[in-house]
């Protein structure tokens, strides 16, 4: 069974400019959540979706924005790109959200900012 | 607000010996605690997981435990070698229907030969 898939692995991107990042869950998991890690705040919660819907959000700015598909994968946007967007970006997969569901992370994308 | 804690923040110590990591976390109504290998740059790989229900879980040279009604829990590792170098993420949920995880800052540890 494949694990959770993150692509691209690596980005550099320019100050201003937009990101898409890409998350395919596990297959049969339908809650996909994703974290920002920094050497400076380490692991920050970003959003958690499940069926489609946003049901919890972290305390990041507007630039970032996310959703899911259909088929459970997820996508996370960011826009007017800052330097300290700079980071490791995670998806977490698992069955349904919370009540000690496991999750699984994926390898994560670096986006690097110019 | 969930507030997770480890210490050491970083640990150096020579092949063979035995170490403990320690965490702990502000609010006990959890439903999981998890612990985490992260090597670096790279993404998160779990280690082992103990129920709320449960006081502790092994595997192989690791054993964690879980005192919930202290917030405490210690990732325990015997005979530690050059390969164990990575940092170690602890993370405990909410207990409830909200999947998000909370985090420590982890243990940067070093074992040398």
């Known amino acids: 069974k494949a694990g959770v898939t993150q692509t691209p692995r690596y980005l550099i991107k320019t100050r201003g400019q937009q990101v898409t990042l890409s998350c395919s869950p596990i297959?049969?998991?339908?809650?996909v959540s994703w974290y920002q890690q920094t050497p400076g705040q380490g692991l920050q919660f970003l959003f958690e979706?499940?069926?489609?819907?946003?049901?919890n959000k972290g305390n990041f700015p507007g630039r970032f924005s996310g959703r899911q598909f259909s088929n459970s994968r997820s996508e996370m946007n960011v826009s007017t790109l800052e330097l300290g967007d700079s980071a490791l970006y995670l998806c977490?997969?698992?069955?349904?959200?919370?009540?000690?569901?496991?999750?699984?992370f994926g390898a994560g994308t670096r986006l690097s900012v110019l | 607000k969930q507030e997770v804690t480890q210490i050491p923040a970083a640990l150096s110590v020579p092949e063979g010996e035995n170490l403990v990591l320690n965490c702990s976390f502000t609010d006990s109504a959890i439903y999981n605690l998890q612990w985490f290998r992260q090597d670096p740059g790279k993404g998160l790989t779990s280690l082992l997981l103990i129920q709320s229900s449960q006081r502790e879980q092994t595997s192989g040279r690791l054993n964690a435990s879980l005192d919930k009604s202290s917030g405490r829990s210690t990732l325990y590792i015997a005979a530690s070698q050059p390969g164990d170098s990575a940092t170690y993420l602890c993370a405990v949920d909410r207990g409830s229907t909200l999947g998000r995880l909370y985090f420590g800052r982890g243990t940067q540890l070093t074992v040398w030969p």
């Open positions: 977490a997969s698992s069955l349904q959200p919370g009540q000690g569901n496991i999750q699984y």
């Open positions: 979706y499940f069926s489609e819907t946003q049901r």
């Open positions: 297959s049969g998991h339908r809650s």
